[in-house]
């Protein structure tokens, strides 16, 4: 009898726990954006095109580079905003961090050395 309390109570506990919460869902997106897009036509536009097409909320980008002493990252913040979504991000040297949460703090963790990439460390609201 006792053994019948215990999983019924163990039941009736786990049942309880998940009727509580609803799954939230986190949508990431690694994204190699080829040069910033510049070596396809129209690369740019698929970039945004394909961001809002996955309605990703955290996506690395990687290939980013600045080119012409331009901020990719606002480039990008802008058109996603045009096209009425928000995102948020930092300039970085070649990788890149879009996040629909607000950031608050970015680091490169292993600098840019001889175009060999780089990690990205970020802190989101």
């Not at 606002?74 to 995102?87: C, D, I, N, P, T």
Request: aromatic share 12%; net charge neutral.
């Amino acid at each position: 009898m006792n053994k019948f309390l215990i999983l019924f109570l163990l039941l009736v506990f786990v049942a309880s726990c998940s009727g509580k919460k609803e799954a939230e869902e986190l949508r990431v997106l690694q994204f190699n954006i080829w040069q910033e897009g510049t070596q396809v036509e129209g690369g740019y536009d698929a970039i945004i095109n394909e961001i809002i097409r996955t309605k990703a909320d955290l996506i690395a980008l990687s290939e980013v580079r600045n080119y012409n002493d331009t901020n990719l990252s606002e480039r990008l913040v802008a058109s996603l905003k045009k096209k009425g979504f928000e995102y948020y991000s930092l300039k970085s040297q070649d990788s890149g961090i879009l996040s629909r949460y607000p950031i608050t703090f970015q680091e490169a963790l292993y600098p840019v050395k001889d175009d060999r990439g780089s990690v990205y460390k970020a802190l989101m609201m």
